[in-house]
């Protein structure tokens, strides 16, 4: 056979109905990653949905807990960034949570207007019942590793949170092409 020939050799490139490279999908732990992702999404709304919180009520109280641990102030600005939320959403999901007896609204320091958020004990009873399976499994799951390897696994997962925080702020600012220089 002549090297003009039509047939592609073992050695050739995919074919051309191969599709693009990327058709392939992500390498096999980006793939468990977001099955992780989707899986815990899952859990999150069917807790949720028993207890009759939307899954942005939820990530509202966990953006307040993590401010709360830090001993940070949490304001409805301060949760309508985190949330990505338009202000009537946040006014929505404030008004949510603190009719279900979630959250409470106070105003204290030197600027009485300033409205600050705070967790009520029934948020944390809720939310400690609603996420305890989640927490007896995964405390299980993780018993099988040793200390060194479960200190792999943190960076590991610090690392992509970081990774994704990052492709979050690229994504919003949109596509280089599409950005305006200054």
């Known amino acids: 056979m002549s090297a003009e020939s039509p047939i592609p050799s073992e050695n ?3 074919s051309e109905d191969a599709g693009p490279p990327e058709a392939a999908g992500p390498p096999p732990l980006v793939r468990l990653l977001q099955e992780f992702t989707l899986e815990a999404n899952r859990y999150v709304d069917s807790a949720g949905g028993r207890n009759d919180m939307h899954r ?4 509202a109280l966990a953006v307040i807990m993590r401010h709360a641990a830090r001993d940070q102030i949490v304001t409805p600005g301060v949760l309508r960034k985190e949330l990505n939320l338009s202000s009537p959403a946040t006014t929505a999901l404030i008004d949510r949570l603190h009719n279900s007896g979630h959250v409470v609204r106070e105003r204290e320091g030197a600027d009485r207007r300033q409205v600050q ?12 019942a609603m996420f305890l399976p989640l927490a007896r499994h ?5 018993e099988s ?32 092409s599409e950005r305006r220089p200054g």
């Open 117 to 128: 958020l705070r967790m009520t004990p029934k948020a944390y009873r809720d939310g400690g």
């Open 12 to 14: 050739a490139g995919p």
């Open 145 to 176: 590793f040793t200390p060194e390897e479960l200190e792999v696994v943190t960076r590991f997962m610090n690392s992509m949170i970081d990774a994704t925080v990052r492709a979050g702020e690229e994504a919003a600012r949109g596509p280089a």
């Open 138 to 142: 995964m405390g299980a799951a993780m």
């Open 56 to 59: 942005t009520d939820l990530n």
